[in-house]
């Protein structure tokens, strides 16, 4: 079956489309355009963002403000220690009036949803997440339940050194398409989020940009761009360096592949190109595969981090330098 690229129409509202919603988020953050770039990316790809860093350096506002910017469906869930499951998921309650049980869908039902500090609930509360993030469905009483679509995860987390943290089971880390670090702002930009935060609600100044069907346009088109064969062969390169360096003890899963590949084209599409380049890749190789590989003790040791030895494998395998060839007609 001959391959077809997306037309130069949709690229063009894929591009308009991103280019609009980093323009309102840099209206509440400045200075974050790689941070911004890979959480676009991610939507774009329909995958599950997990931003990570200290507290007070915007994550959650940077949730917030995706979540402003489209016009869906919004869920927040604030995890706490005592947070249960059904308050993810939902809950069947009994009716006074017929003595009949009827479902009442907890947060989790939403296009996006806001999971905040998810790693302060139990281990047992996190994993009711994992189902939806994976099936796009719940599952209550026996009973499955679809997602709305676009369905995406936005989560925040403080590094689990701090005070009062579950970290993360692998099985869950692998569901979030990238692992994102915000990083503290510039001194200009911070000086910057002085004179413009201290009277207003940065939020407020949020425009909605995009709906759930602009969205899902965008999510289509950007499954279609081309990828050629050397392109497909340096994701797959690099996943397997991962299980192969001597500084990681787990490298990353074949979902890994699947997933940088779909941020590779995202990437594409937001750039106007209906094709994949192998910069498309290094340049979302470390959101896409830090958080799925664990040290070895003697790289722990050496104060190595995962996404140190993730960048250095981009800058070790070698890149693919085979033209790209011509696609279908449009």
């Not at 919603?21 to 990316?41: K, N």
């Amino acid at each position: 079956m001959e391959p077809t690229v997306p037309s130069e129409s949709d690229l063009a509202t894929v591009a308009d489309l991103a280019r609009s919603i980093r323009t309102e988020l840099a209206r509440v953050l400045s200075g974050l355009d790689r941070a911004v770039d890979a959480v676009l990316a991610t939507v774009l790809a329909e995958g599950h963002v997990l931003l990570e860093d200290v507290p007070g350096v915007g994550k959650t506002t940077l949730a917030r403000a995706l979540g402003r910017a489209c016009d869906v469906s919004v869920g927040r869930i604030q995890f706490t220690p005592d947070l249960l499951p059904s308050d993810v998921t939902g809950v069947s309650v009994l009716r006074g009036t017929d003595r009949a049980f009827e479902f009442r869908p907890g947060p989790v039902f939403a296009n996006i949803v806001i999971a905040d500090e998810i790693n302060r609930a139990s281990p047992k509360t996190q994993a009711a997440l994992l189902e939806s993030m994976q099936e796009h469905a719940v599952t209550v009483d026996g009973q499955t339940r679809p997602l709305p679509r676009p369905f995406l995860v936005v989560a925040t987390q403080n590094p689990v050194d701090m005070e009062g943290t579950y970290p993360l089971p692998e099985a869950q880390r692998d569901r979030f398409m990238t692992r994102i670090t915000v990083g503290y702002p510039s001194g200009d930009d911070e000086m910057e989020m002085l004179r413009t935060h201290d009277r207003v609600d940065p939020l407020d100044s949020v425009a909605v940009v995009a709906d759930a069907g602009a969205l899902a346009h965008a999510i289509e088109v950007v499954r279609s761009v081309y990828t050629s064969e050397p392109a497909r062969r340096y994701v797959v390169d690099l996943v397997r360096a991962t299980r192969e360096s001597p500084e990681l003890r787990l490298g990353a899963s074949p979902r890994a592949s699947l997933q940088l590949l779909a941020l590779a084209k995202a990437r594409a599409a937001m750039s106007g190109r209906d094709h994949v380049l192998p910069d498309d890749v290094k340049a979302l190789a470390p959101a896409a595969l830090a958080h799925r590989v664990i040290l070895t003790a003697q790289a722990r040791s050496a104060a190595r981090t995962a996404e140190a030895v993730v960048t250095d494998l981009t800058a070790s395998v070698p890149v693919p330098t085979a033209g790209r060839p011509v696609p279908a007609p449009r």
